[in-house]
């Protein structure tokens, strides 16, 4: 058994040992971006930006680097082994332009993860092939008519005598221009019903001109680099070789995918707020003579510095959690995932309010190595939007809570430590094994255990013990009121305080998460983590945001926030829970 634990342990340190050099050799070349002569840097992806054009230089480089692997399974030739590792590659370019990781990168992960859930043997080798010779595969779902509401598609596939017939048209598809590859979300049946739509792979350079046709590129205000264009279908063949999984099969090929991409996506864009508070830090040092590099300034600024680190740890947890429940949770992570993407704009809302007091008017500097914050601005809250947007992760956590809280809240298990280790090894992902709901979720498990079970005597660690049992007491409070509303019935009235319940209940799982990577990050190598001091901080941050009346943290937890924030920013670390070393 103790030979069998240390293989275990001998092969995580080498996954993790590849990953951290793969991180390294790509922060490598994309050098630092302060500096104006890189031609990946703040200077030449800004100007990309003004010209609404895709950031060539960038995809060059990631083209350099073969990034495209990195979205295909091992088993098909690529370099995907878990999602875990996914997002660490990809928090680099999110850190440098969302723009160039959702143009060149995630908009052909997602078609990907598609195949991958559902293609058949030749589709997945088929699109592998393709992505590996550089091309790129583009998604098209989005129905802008009906508010995202991707079941009410206004493209129709009808059964023909060699395969279907495609009318209808999609306004809004990214990199179709240059897509090899198009996934396309159809409906096949009339009646309604969760088998009224699927799912077709295309070769959009097969399409006949006389009966498909693309529409003028559209500019948006957020990722101005990518290139969002619309297609018409009139009648339009394609063979029945062309359907992605069972006919019918399209909502539950889209909501299996949509737990994966909604997760890696929100992950790697903590990257996005990690530049942002760099960039405060460096103006902020750059304007008060070096007071914050010394740590003697208790202004506001300060103050602003540590709740904004504060708040890209706390939602940090929550990624770290939802991805490596992708591999170990498959069945929990509808929720995980989509209780990570409602936290999104919320988390970058206020995180962007702190920082925006540190720069002041500079808040709205667009060259520069300002630039780039005012262009996170712009950026980030797309990421937030569309078929899988806030509204959708409602409506998916909401209709689960009544059998979560009848069945699993204060009975279920805890989460395994696994879900809590920073870089350990993951079992490979089963797409098959993502429910659309189970019932169960033991994540919220582990903050009753470690709630339970925090000990030490000195202020910090008394901080800690209540805050966690103050946010258990709400957590069985959130309980008690979803069933009583079960108990009311279905009645509209009772519809806003569903989503007051949901919100609290999102809040609750971040809350979890901390809780288990601190406690698990006692037996790790970062102090950092170890130190109680964060997860205080990040559960008074999640307390007041409930509406929880807490006392004040003790004087220690500011002021070791705030080293850290400028240790960090010296030694040129990320602000995330990897502390990734970055450069510039």
């Not at 306004?171 to 159809?186: D, Q, S, T």
């Not at 947890?317 to 929990?332: M, N």
């Not at 049992?469 to 079960?486: A, C």
Request: hydrophobic residues 40%.
């Amino acid at each position: 058994m103790v030979a069998a634990l240390l293989g275990d342990r001998t092969v995580a340190r080498r996954r993790e040992d590849a990953v951290r050099t793969r991180v390294a050799a790509l922060e490598s070349l994309l050098g630092d971006p302060s500096d104006p002569a890189n031609p990946v840097g703040y200077t030449a992806l800004l100007e990309a930006d003004r010209a609404a054009v895709p950031f060539a230089a960038g995809e060059a480089l990631l083209d350099e680097f073969g990034i495209t692997d990195e979205y295909i399974p091992q088993a098909l030739g690529g370099r995907l082994d878990g999602m875990d590792t996914l997002v660490r590659i990809m928090r680099p370019v999110f850190r440098r332009d969302v723009g160039l990781a959702m143009g060149h990168g995630m908009t052909t992960f997602m078609a990907a993860s598609d195949v991958w859930t559902a293609g058949s043997s030749r589709q997945r080798h088929w699109l592998a092939g393709l992505l590996r010779d550089g091309g790129k595969a583009a998604i098209a779902q989005h129905e802008t008519a009906h508010s995202n509401d991707y079941v009410r598609s206004q493209v129709t596939a009808r059964r023909s005598p060699h395969g279907y017939l495609i009318s209808g048209g999609k306004p809004l598809v990214n990199n179709l221009e240059r897509a090899g590859a198009l996934v396309l979300f159809c409906r096949t049946d009339p009646a309604p019903g969760s088998r009224s739509h699927s799912v077709l792979l295309l070769e959009p350079g097969q399409l006949t001109d006389a009966r498909a046709a693309v529409t003028a590129r559209r500019t948006p205000v957020g990722l101005r680099g990518c290139r969002f264009a619309g297609a018409e279908f009139d009648d339009c063949p394609v063979p029945a070789t062309a359907l992605l999984g069972p006919e019918g099969s399209g909502i539950e090929t889209a909501l299996r995918s949509f737990q994966i991409s909604r997760t890696v996506i929100s992950a790697s864009a903590v990257a996005a707020l990690d530049t942002s508070l760099r960039t405060a830090v460096r103006f902020d040092r750059e304007h008060s003579g070096g007071a914050q590099a010394r740590g003697t300034d208790g202004s506001r600024t300060g103050a602003a510095l540590t709740s904004a680190f504060v708040n890209l740890l706390l939602y940090d947890s929550l990624a770290v959690v939802a991805t490596r429940a992708l591999h170990l949770l498959p069945a929990e992570t509808s929720v995980y995932s989509a209780a990570l993407k409602y936290l999104l704009p919320r988390v970058l809302t206020e995180t962007m309010y702190d920082l925006s007091i540190v720069l002041g008017s500079g808040f709205y500097t667009r060259e520069g190595s300002l630039g780039i914050f005012q262009k996170h601005v712009r950026d980030v809250p797309v990421l937030s939007l569309g078929h899988a947007g806030t509204v959708a992760c409602q409506a998916t956590v909401i209709p689960q809570m009544p059998r979560l809280a009848r069945s699993s809240w204060f009975l279920e298990d805890e989460a395994p430590s696994g879900l809590f280790r920073l870089g350990g090894d993951l079992p490979p992902l089963r797409t098959d094994r993502l429910a659309l709901a189970c019932g169960r979720d033991s994540l919220s498990a582990t903050m009753l255990a470690v709630s339970s079970a925090v000990d030490g005597s000195g202020p910090v660690e008394r901080a800690l013990r209540t805050l966690a049992g103050q946010l258990v007491e709400e957590f069985r409070d959130v309980r008690s009121r979803v069933l009583r509303l079960e108990a009311a019935g279905s009645a509209a009235t009772a519809q806003p305080a569903r989503f007051a319940l949901m919100d609290r209940y999102a809040l609750l799982l971040a809350a979890a998460a901390v809780l288990g990577l601190w406690d698990q990050g006692r037996y790790g190598p970062d102090p950092f983590l170890a130190d109680p001091c964060w997860a205080a901080a990040a559960l008074h941050h999640i307390a007041r945001r409930l509406g929880t009346r807490v006392a004040d943290l003790p004087p220690e937890c500011e002021t070791r926030i705030r080293h850290e924030v400028q240790l960090r920013f010296s030694t040129q670390l990320g602000y995330d829970l990897y502390s990734t070393p970055i450069p510039g």
